[in-house]
């Protein structure tokens, strides 16, 4: 059996590699395709199959994706059209390659999530669906790591910004996250079902602000600023306009509602609880 992933360079992809060799998938049984092998040289040096692809490339696809029993399909990243555009080459390079079962992640209720880019989820999960593949669906939750990422500079400046109010978010971490896509492609009864994979509770953004508080022993608020300024804010960052934006507009969508829902799908395919705000906290101030 061969499992491939795409994007195995990122951050998520290379996650899921470490869950497959953790569950003792044999290293010359998983694909890391990617457009630079260089970036993952390390994974060559350990046994992983390291071949080029690039979304923006169908033909590079068809070839990287020959042979592949499984594939964890990662989505782009882009402004939107740039995105779907890559995912449909993808798709129709898997189409030609004939892979087996595509597992896709996508974004929480994908039909009718309201942040302005679940667009291109939904249209990839409807050309997937076309093409006749077998698929499964991964509609990930927010990532802990979109926000503790920054977490530093919020303590340095004793503030975590965004627009999202009173909004809850059902974080869970990648490694939650890559830990789901590793059970699905190494067992049986996946295919043909759509996980909606959250943490196992939503926290507000002052929930999270505590905590950050708590460890980091200086008192840290959580500020909520209009999405036009918190746009303008990341854009100050230097944050690529397109993605400031659709920051901004993610955040004014959270604050209604929009990645509240929880549900314990994800903690039952990995087995275990999902990661706390506590944990988070802890794994991104690690020095």
Not at 2 to 15: K, M, N
Not at 220 to 227: C, D, K, Q
Request: zero cysteines; hydrophobic letters at 45%; proline letters at 4%.
């Amino acid at each position: 059996m061969t499992i491939a992933i795409t994007a195995a360079s990122g951050h998520l992809g290379r996650l899921v590699v470490e869950d497959l060799l953790s569950r003792g998938v044999p290293a010359g049984q998983i694909r890391a395709i990617v457009r630079t092998p260089e970036k993952v040289q390390d994974l060559a040096d350990r046994g992983v199959q390291v071949v080029p692809g690039d979304y923006a490339d169908a033909a590079s696809l068809t070839e990287a994706l020959r042979g592949a029993d499984k594939w964890v399909f990662i989505s782009s990243s882009g402004p939107d059209e740039v995105r779907l555009s890559h995912h449909l080459n993808a798709i129709k390079g898997a189409k030609e390659a004939g892979v087996g079962h595509v597992i896709y992640t996508s974004i929480p209720q994908a039909e009718a999530n309201p942040i302005g880019f679940a667009w291109v989820h939904k249209d990839t999960e409807a050309a997937v669906k076309e093409s006749g593949l077998p698929y499964t669906f991964l509609r990930n939750n927010w990532y802990w790591e979109n926000l503790t990422a920054t977490l530093p500079a919020s303590i340095e400046h004793g503030a975590i910004i965004g627009s999202v109010g009173e909004g809850r978010t059902a974080f869970a971490s990648r490694a939650d996250y890559a830990a789901a896509a590793g059970v699905v492609a190494t067992a049986e009864g996946h295919v043909g079902k759509v996980y909606e994979l959250t943490g196992d509770r939503a926290y507000s953004r002052a929930e999270i602000a505590a905590e950050v508080s708590r460890q980091a022993g200086k008192e840290v608020a959580a500020v909520n600023l209009e999405p036009a300024e918190y746009r303008k804010t990341l854009e100050g960052f230097g944050l690529p306009g397109f993605l400031a934006a659709g920051l901004a507009d993610a955040d004014s969508k959270i604050s209604e509602g929009a990645l509240a829902e929880v549900t314990d799908t994800l903690s039952t395919l990995i087995g275990r609880p999902t990661t706390t705000v506590a944990e988070a906290v802890t794994e991104a101030l690690k020095v």
